[in-house]
């Protein structure tokens, strides 16, 4: 689980758990809300990750 | 009818006290304000992602005003509480810059404190009445 899409994965699933439970209260809310942030970083990050590939250092 | 200064006092103690908790142990200051399901979840999620970071070989940065980005880290890391000076006295968080996931591990480590630091500030709203 070395992989940086693997470790994305989880750094964005705990970011998300975190935000989702201080900005809402009901579980239900927190739950819909977690998993929309998850996939915003999930998608973002690779999104980013593609635009960046055509910029070489 | 008008608190007294005693009240005040006492209030902010009180106040002290819960962020105080709240920075030392993850999710204690929900937990002691009744907000029970949130302070498991701040506990679980902010003990598993700084115990990830240790185990992706991140380094618990040291105090050092000399170089301010890495007392910068280090302010964060700190900002897990107990859990931060645990790792320190266990001899974990050396960090092994050559290793693969070494930035992944600080970013953990550091983002784990952090957000930690939220959580003290949310318990605070919480003691003002304000959530």
């Not at chain 1, 970011?15 to 809310?29: C, G, H, N, W, Y």
């Not at chain 2, 399901?37 to 618990?60: D, H, I, N, P, S």
């Not at chain 2, 170089?67 to 897990?80: F, N, R, S, T």
Request: glycine share 10%; aromatic share 12%.
């Amino acid at each position: 689980m070395t992989s940086h899409l693997g470790l994305m994965i989880v750094f964005a699933f705990f970011v998300s758990i975190v935000f989702a439970t201080l900005m809402r209260d009901e579980p239900k809310q927190q739950l819909r809300f977690g998993a929309q942030l998850f996939a915003a970083f999930v998608v973002g990050g690779i999104t980013l990750g593609w635009i960046l590939y055509f910029f070489p250092l | 009818m008008r608190a007294t200064t005693a009240d005040r006092e006492q209030s902010a103690i009180y106040t002290y006290l819960i962020c105080l908790a709240a920075w030392a142990i993850p999710g204690a200051g929900h937990l002691l304000l009744g907000r029970i399901q949130k302070g498991v979840t701040f506990l679980v999620a902010l003990t598993l992602m700084f115990l990830c970071g240790l185990w992706l070989e991140g380094r618990l940065f040291p105090l050092e005003i000399r170089q301010p980005l890495v007392a910068l880290a280090a302010l964060a890391d700190m900002g897990i509480g107990v859990l931060f000076f645990i790792a320190r006295g266990a001899g974990a968080g050396a960090g092994r810059v050559v290793a693969l996931t070494y930035e992944y591990g600080n970013a953990f480590l550091i983002v784990a404190g952090l957000l930690n630091m939220l959580v003290v500030l949310d318990a605070f709203d919480i003691t003002q009445g304000r959530k």
